[in-house]
């Protein structure tokens, strides 16, 4: 069960991850600050991409002092279904479900969990069912991932809400989860992605590397541990992943 059920919780974490603050660097342009959830690289023999990700997000910095409550967590389900592999356009597969909880199918076929649902059954230690009505080349399947949820990833005391773009930026998360095949660890400015996947208790970033990046108020740093599994049904290779997720909103300057 997720920390934060009501509707109330929910409008105010949407609210603090699309609220719009002044750049750093002196830009008179806002930055939106956007929650992203990373997903690693699929191979390129995908037919279909479902994840179900369970993440933490720190509340950002400058949030509203709330008795007890540090973080904020929540369930997030996306499923890709594409018309000639990986990368070609999406197709509506008809009624797609995890944990018997309907996803929204947003314009252009991205699959997505109702942003009101934020308990999706999506728990560490436990497996995923999905259920698939099938449609424009899709079968019908349902599916118990074999794999269970990794343990819950956790950014290490040392991971801090501001860094420098003088030198190089390391990431360091607690431990390395029970059943996680690897770690994506993400450095953003709101604009640049840098990510690398390592299954190692920390990674740093160069210095070239965090050059590339803006000042902003509004970065984020992430650390998503995962495992994947593939299955085909009806000629159609599907792969499914199980992911957790720590998140900061951050400064970089």
């Known amino acids: 069960m997720k920390t934060l059920r009501s509707k109330f919780w929910i409008v105010l974490f949407g609210a603090m991850l699309t609220f719009t603050a002044c750049d750093s660097s002196g830009d008179d342009e806002p930055d939106q600050v956007t929650q992203t959830n990373p997903t690693p690289d699929i191979p390129s023999d995908a037919d279909a991409v479902l994840a179900a990700i369970e993440v933490i997000a720190a509340l950002p910095p400058g949030t509203p002092n ?14 890709n279904f594409y018309s000639s592999g990986l990368g070609s356009s999406l197709v509506n597969v008809g009624t797609v479900s995890l944990n018997t909880k309907q996803l929204q199918n947003l314009s252009g076929n991205t699959y997505i969990t109702n942003p009101q649902d934020v308990d999706s059954g999506i728990n ?11 449609a424009n080349g899709f079968a019908a399947f349902n599916h118990t991932t074999t794999k ?3 343990q819950q990833v956790k950014f290490a005391a040392s991971v801090g809400d501001t860094f420098s773009k003088g030198g190089e930026i390391t990431l360091t998360v607690q431990s390395i989860p029970a059943n996680s095949d690897n770690i994506l660890w993400v450095l953003s400015d709101g604009s640049r992605v840098l990510t690398k996947e390592s ?3 920390s990674v740093t970033f160069s210095a070239s590397e965090v050059g590339t990046l803006k000042a902003t108020s509004t970065g984020l740093v992430q650390a998503a ?25 951050v400064t970089i300057n």
């Open 66 to 79: 709330i008795p007890g409550v540090s973080d904020i967590s929540f369930d997030v389900a996306n499923a």
């Open 124 to 134: 560490s230690g436990q497996k995923n069912t999905w259920a698939v009505a099938g």
């Open 148 to 150: 269970v949820m990794p």
């Open 199 to 201: 299954r190692t208790t």
């Open 225 to 249: 541990a995962f495992n994947t599994e593939s299955q085909t049904f009806g000629g159609k290779k599907v792969y499914f992943i199980n992911e957790t997720v720590d998140s900061k909103v």
